[in-house]
C-alpha cells in the first residue's frame, strides 16, 4: 500500500496550492482519510479529515475557513485546496488514510511521504 502526496512547493503569501493524495494498493473508499503537517522543529499536527463519503469534515481551528478537504473514492486520491496561505502554514504536509471516521488523531494506518510546502513573506 502507498499514499503519494504532491503538489507542494513554494508560494508567496495570500496564494493557493493544491495537494494531492493518491492511494494505490487497497481502496480507501469506506475509510476515513487526513491531512497532517509538520513544520520544522515541530510535532506532527492535525490539518483537516473527511469522512469516507464525504459528509463529514473536520479542521484544526488554524485553517478553517482557508483550507478545504475533499476526495474522490473512483480515482482512491484525496485533495486538500489552501487559500490565503501564510507563512505560517510552512511545513511537510503528510496524507494518511485508513481511520474509522476523521479523527484529528494520529489514529491512521497508512502515511504518505509528505510534500513540503513553502510560503513566502
Known amino acids: 500500500v502507498q499514499l503519494q502526496a504532491s503538489g507542494g512547493g513554494l508560494v508567496q503569501a495570500g496564494g493557493s496550492l493544491r495537494l494531492s493524495c493518491a492511494a494505490s494498493g487497497r481502496s480507501f473508499s469506506r475509510s476515513a482519510r487526513g491531512w497532517f503537517r509538520q513544520a520544522p522543529g515541530k510535532e506532527r499536527e492535525f490539518v483537516a479529515a473527511i469522512s469516507w463519503n464525504g459528509g463529514s469534515m473536520n479542521y484544526a481551528d488554524s485553517v478553517k475557513g482557508r483550507f478545504t478537504i475533499s476526495r474522490d473514492n473512483a480515482k482512491n486520491t484525496v485533495y486538500l485546496q489552501m487559500n490565503g496561505l501564510k507563512p505560517e502554514d510552512t511545513a511537510v504536509y503528510y496524507c494518511?488514510?485508513?481511520?474509522?471516521?476523521?479523527?484529528?488523531?494520529?489514529?491512521?494506518?497508512?502515511w504518505g511521504q509528505g510534500t513540503l510546502v513553502t510560503v513566502s513573506s
Open positions: 494518511a488514510a485508513g481511520a474509522r471516521g476523521p479523527t484529528m488523531t494520529r489514529e491512521y494506518d497508512y
